[in-house]
């Protein structure tokens, strides 16, 4: 006779600390899809994939909250492509072709990605990976960029979060999305220290 037993593993983010944060800023300011506030305190850098999970659930608990950071001055904020998911970077470039056109569209494009993705209805991706044809090709080589820029500031893989006091130079970086209460809470405290 065996015994099954049933093993239920947490996974919790990895974190560190991050000593220049203006550097970082540097980084993803030429490769990221950015949404500049006018004098930020803060600076919040999400690495993502497309058909990352975790990032899904990211943009579904806390894109308005991260949003609405910006829309209030208090944040830049920044999505930088990390295709890591084989096949997904044509579908990054049509995204960023989206930005290109429009900012505040694309915000609402990822929202809806994520909502079907979350709810297993995505489809047609392809067929927006295929519009644009020029700019698709443009932005494929910035994805790249982006993807080579992620990984030289040490993000182990999507979604990698960070969050800097652009004043104090100093912040932290999230691997994983530690849910809704914990990402707020590592974002207040960065913003009054």
């Avoid at 030429?30 to 803060?42: D, E, H, K, T």
């Avoid at 001055?73 to 295709?83: M, R």
């Avoid at 044809?133 to 500031?153: F, P, Q, T, Y």
């Amino acid at each position: 006779m065996f015994l099954r037993v049933a093993v239920l593993v947490v996974l919790m983010p990895d974190e560190w600390l991050i000593k220049d944060v203006r550097g970082v800023l540097d980084r993803v300011e030429r490769v990221g899809l950015g949404f500049r506030a006018q004098n930020p305190r803060l600076l919040i850098v999400i690495f993502y994939d497309l058909y990352c999970p975790g990032c899904a659930l990211l943009e579904d608990e806390a894109g308005d909250y991260l949003v609405e950071l910006y829309r209030n001055g208090k944040a830049s904020l920044y999505f930088v492509d990390y295709p890591v998911h084989r096949g997904v970077e044509k579908l990054h470039a049509a995204f960023r072709c989206i930005y290109r056109r429009d900012p505040m569209v694309f915000l609402e494009v990822l929202k809806r990605h994520y909502e079907a993705y979350l709810s297993g209805k995505l489809k047609g991706e392809e067929s927006i990976a295929e519009a644009g044809g020029d700019c698709v090709n443009e932005e494929l080589k910035r994805v790249m960029e982006a993807k080579s820029v992620a990984k030289e500031l040490g993000a182990p893989g999507t979604p990698t979060i960070i969050i800097g006091n652009l004043v104090k130079n100093v912040g932290q970086g999230i691997f994983g999305y530690p849910g809704i209460t914990k990402l707020a809470k590592a974002i207040e405290d960065l913003y009054v220290y």
